[in-house]
């Protein structure tokens, strides 16, 4: 009998044990008479296992379409669990169906021996192929897949979470040196006006009191000047310092992304340690060849061809799923890449350090230079202030000089303490070595497959 | 009195109308002994001077083998069977020859020597010279004053017996109360007989009747260890009691480091809760979230804030389930799956990706739990010594269900029992074969290697778990047979040795007299089926109700 069947390799060995039987069974000194019965019952038997090879044919192609089960929500344990209760199930189907065909009486003795022989064998197959672990593998490559899936949205959510939260700092930041610069133009320019409010007072005090001799030096409106200037000056410092704790907190916000973002790196390269495209090959490669082995260990040369045989067919479904997995996994990398994944890209640093704005911001503070202007308004307080006394009494004149002396000091100190105070101190630390600080770990942080 | 009536009201008409007077059963698929199977012995026979017993097997008589009668249509003519008188008549055996019968007895090494006579039928009569069972009587047809004759009476009486004593218990699930019920119902006729016809018949017949209740009252103890009993609501609400005590000490001993745990500090604020302690609401599985391989509990909202702990890789998270499984095995199985940690706020932020949306939030570590009701809690604090739960020494501590490579089919049977009580069912499961060889016809056992029997286990374990924390007070292994190998290896057909062996268990009830008596019926299994492969470890080959 010739099998068209896909796994028909285990036929030749039923049928050369049958007839092998049947000659052990047939007493040559019987009469014809009585071995008819037992030509018969052979017969029946033959005509049986044949059925049963095309149900086992069906059993095996059956079982191929679990290799096929697709959704989001398949594990690779309960692949394992389905594959093996099917396969559990057929093994003892065929154990029961291959019995059965054996005849009630003693009649042929050797006939029932072979049949539990059969029976157990094809079992131990069944058993045999219920622990090869493709479908393991297929729903295991399923759930790495929808992993890395739901990982990538999750990363971009992350990314994107990141972002918004560095956004609303950074403006926020801007908006400050904005206004920062701002306040120093206002400030700078009431101060000077100021100051040249209390030179023209001064001048007018003076020239009062040369055209009527002995009045007395009306210093008021100058000293009223100059406590402006002071107190110009303090409200300056105090929103100045506001501003710097603006930026400090901006700061310890950027800080927390930045950790944030390390973390997420390094979480993403443990998660790759993990399950990646070598180790899932390696899986792969494993599965594979486990299979073929332990389709190799089953009992007979038959089994075996039919078992390899399966197993093949099976690896050529498992694969599909690799495939996706690969493009998935490729597809996680690259849409990670210079983010999560590999060394931190400058797109990447740019867009949680916003390094051009915030160095664009410092300059601008920086070479609107405060300081110097600070400085030049005392200067020119001290230059312009220093009007020609000539034709004052000596007293007058002594009251003059102790101002300058005085005041103008004063004036000096209140404007060099705001000029050269610890604000600018901390203001150029978080613009220069607190951010070169985070770039730097944003750069050393190491992201998947690093 | 007629000529032929002897004093002792017996006559014997025939010298060589000998049986035995024994009844026997053909045992043919036996994979230890085939044979005859003794199922009674008549009150009469020689051999109830004997030491021969119901349920020994006969395999021959002085030097001739009974294998021969054990072929299909021979058996008639065997000891024990109707034909048998035939078998001697040939032989010319006369009354009160002496032979020896060989016989195989469960649980005895040798194959035993048991000598008795053959003896002629006895006719036996009354003083009124009326057929009777015995020497004066009762006579057969007489009724007195109950519903049938005495004849028919004891007939199925003996019947009932035989049934009880030939492996009642072991091979045909009586119902022994019934049983017992029904077998009582005799005593008023054995008593009558005592009165009335006091003799060797009427002695003989209360002798068996009172073995036979014996038999069916079965085996009475005294104390049982019910302390399995108390897994489950009693252990639970002694453990409650510590677990509510502990946790309100632990919340005052910590009350300085403590805080409102939301809303939550921001996460740029977080040095200002850095090491704060906090009490967390309680959390279910809705809450155990999986982000880049890690698992984290989740706790809060975008409101409030959110709090992480890690779950995966965190040793006080280990120690925490650690303890769990213990209290589910000490305590109760059933444990809710809710949780509520008193943790310390790390410090470090993490982002996290939680109802699909990535959320903010401050680490926290766990350094105390409590789980279900709040039944469970345990401190984790504790590094030096070893972390126990609340109340873990006021319950008496279970031995785990452990079973070795080599264990005897009895160990295994008392895992068995062990771990119904205890309700570990996955221990439990393990003891079950996952292989099956059966009789499948006649005396061939088939053997399938792909049997796992998984869909029958949760009714087992169930109706297991109902009955030992019900009706069963206790299971104790009773007695097991001989050993049997049932498959010969056979590498080329790949038959492994395949071993069988019957572990009969005893269940014992509540009495009425507040002691512990054993019962049998439907409801529960008596004999387990042991086998193994390759001389490999045991396991029971069915699965069943305790």
Same mark, same amino acid.
């Given at each position: 009998m010739i099998f068209m069947a896909e796994y028909a390799a285990r036929w030749d060995e039923f049928e050369d044990g049958i007839k092998a039987t049947e000659e052990k069974d047939i007493d040559p000194a019987k009469d014809e008479i009585e071995i008819l019965p037992i030509l018969t019952r052979y017969t029946g038997f033959t005509n049986s296992m044949s059925k049963y090879m095309d149900w086992r044919d069906k059993a095996l192609s059956n079982a191929l379409p679990i290799l096929k089960n697709e959704s989001t929500s398949i594990t690779g344990s309960a692949q394992k669990d389905k594959w093996s209760e099917y396969f559990e199930k057929q093994g003892q189907e065929a154990l029961k169906m291959i019995l059965g065909f054996v005849p009630d009486d003693d009649k042929t003795p050797k006939l029932r021996l072979f049949a539990e022989a059969m029976a157990t064998q094809e079992s131990a197959f069944f058993a045999k192929l219920s622990s090869i672990p493709l479908a393991w593998f297929q729903g295991q490559i399923q759930e790495y897949t929808y992993q890395f899936y739901t990982e990538m949205n999750s990363l971009e959510d992350k990314w994107k979470n990141l972002q918004n939260m560095d956004k609303a700092m950074d403006s926020k930041v801007k908006d400050t040196s904005a206004n920062i610069l701002r306040l120093f133009k206002d400030i700078v320019s009431e101060l000077v006006e100021q100051e040249r409010a209390g030179e023209q007072a001064l001048i007018n005090t003076i020239k009062a009191s040369k055209l009527t001799p002995? %009045?007395? %030096?009306?210093?008021k409106a100058v000293l009223t000047a100059v406590q402006l200037i002071l107190s110009k000056a303090q409200s300056f410092q105090k929103s100045i310092d506001d501003m710097v704790n603006i930026y400090m907190d901006a700061y310890k916000r950027e800080e927390t992304v930045v950790i944030l973002f390390a973390q997420t790196r390094n979480a993403v390269r443990e998660f790759l340690q993990k399950t990646n495209l070598d180790s899932a090959s390696d899986e792969f490669e494993e599965t594979c060849k486990n299979s073929l082995d332990m389709a190799k260990q089953c009992k007979t040369k038959g089994q075996q061809e039919d078992a390899v045989r399966f197993v093949e067919n099976g690896i050529k479904l498992i694969k599909d799923f690799y495939e996706d997995f690969k493009k998935q996994y490729e597809e996680f990398v690259d849409d990670n890449r210079g983010i999560f994944v590999g060394p931190v890209g400058d797109k990447a640093i740019e867009e949680i350090l916003e390094k051009r704005d915030m160095e664009y911001s410092w300059q601008e503070i920086s070479r609107f230079n405060i300081q110097q202007k600070l400085k030049d308004i005392h200067t020119d307080a001290v230059r312009s202030w220093h009007v020609d006394i000539n034709g004052l009494t000596d007293e007058q004149k002594k009251e003059i000089e102790d101002f300058w002396r005085v005041e103008l000091e004063k004036l000096g100190r209140g404007l060099q303490t705001i000029a050269d105070g610890s604000t600018w101190d901390r203001t150029k630390q978080i613009f220069t070595r607190n951010r070169e600080q985070l770039e730097d770990k944003i750069s050393n942080s190491k992201g998947g497959l690093q | 009195m007629s000529d032929n009536l002897t004093l002792d009201f017996t006559k014997i008409l025939?010298?060589?109308?000998?049986?035995?007077w024994i009844k026997t059963d053909a045992v043919t698929n036996s994979f230890v002994q085939n044979g005859f199977r003794v199922t009674w012995i008549d009150w009469d026979s020689d051999f109830r001077n004997s030491d021969l017993q119901i349920e020994d097997v006969i395999i021959g008589y002085d030097d001739v083998s009974l294998e021969p009668f054990l072929e299909p249509g021979k058996h008639g003519s065997a000891i024990g069977q109707h034909g048998e008188t035939t078998y001697w008549q040939k032989l010319a055996l006369k009354h009160g020859h002496t032979i020896t019968l060989k016989v195989f007895r469960e649980g005895k090494k040798e194959i035993l020597e048991i000598s008795g006579k053959l003896l002629a039928r006895r006719f036996y009569y009354d003083s009124e010279e009326k057929r009777s069972l015995g020497p004066g009587g009762p006579p057969n047809m007489l009724r007195d004053d109950f519903s049938d004759a005495w004849s028919g009476w004891y007939e199925k009486l003996v019947w009932k017996m035989s049934h009880i004593l030939d492996g009642g218990w072991d091979h045909k699930r009586i119902n022994n109360k019934k049983e017992l019920q029904e077998h009582e119902e005799h005593k008023k006729r054995i008593d009558y007989l005592q009165e009335r016809y006091l003799g060797q018949f009427a002695d003989a017949v209360m002798s068996d009747w009172q073995k036979v209740r014996n038999n069916l009252l079965g085996k009475e103890i005294d104390v049982v260890d019910l302390e399995y009993r108390e897994i489950g609501a009693k252990r639970v609400e002694t453990v409650k009691q510590e677990a509510y005590v502990a946790w309100d000490k632990m919340h005052s001993d910590l009350e300085d480091e403590m805080i409102q745990a939301f809303p939550t500090a921001e996460v740029d604020n977080r040095e200002t809760v850095e090491g704060k302690i906090i009490e967390l609401p309680w959390i279910g599985p809705r809450n155990i979230i999986n982000d880049l391989g890690q698992s984290y509990a989740v706790i809060g909202n975008r409101t409030e804030g959110f709090y992480f702990v890690q779950l995966s890789n965190s040793a006080s998270v280990r120690k925490f389930y650690d303890v769990m499984y213990r209290y589910q095995a000490q305590v109760s199985p059933n444990l809710k799956e809710r949780y509520q940690y008193i943790a310390r706020i790390t410090g470090e932020p993490a982002l996290i990706t939680y109802d699909r949306r990535a959320v903010t939030g401050l680490m926290a570590e766990i350094i105390a739990a409590r789980a279900g009701d709040g039944e469970f809690f345990v401190d984790l604090q504790n590094k030096d010594k070893e972390i126990k739960f609340a109340g873990q020494e006021k319950v008496n501590q279970f031995a785990p269900v452990k079973i070795e490579k080599d264990a005897s089919p009895v160990q295994v049977i008392e895992a068995m029992i062990e771990a119904v009580k205890l309700g570990h069912e996955k221990a439990w499961k393990n003891l079950f074969a996952t292989w099956r060889a059966y009789l499948y016809w006649e005396n061939r056992v088939a053997f399938d290697p792909s049997y796992i029997p998984r869909g029958s286990f949760p009714s087992a374990w169930e109706q297991s778990r109902r009955l030992i924390t019900d009706r069963v007070y206790d299971v104790r292994v009773d007695k097991t047979n001989t050993v049997r190998r049932i498959i010969k290896k056979d590498e080329e057909v790949g038959f492994p040795d395949v071993d069988e062996v019957d572990v009969f268990v005893d269940h014992y009830e509540l009495s009425e007299n507040e002691k512990y008596r054993t019962f049998l019926d439907v409801?529960?299994?008596?004999k387990w089926t042991l086998q193994r492969l390759d001389e490999g470890p045991w396991r029971i080959t069915t699965v069943q109700v305790i």
């Open positions: 002995g %009045l007395p %030096l009306s210093m | 025939d010298e060589t109308d000998v049986k035995t409801n529960v299994r008596r």
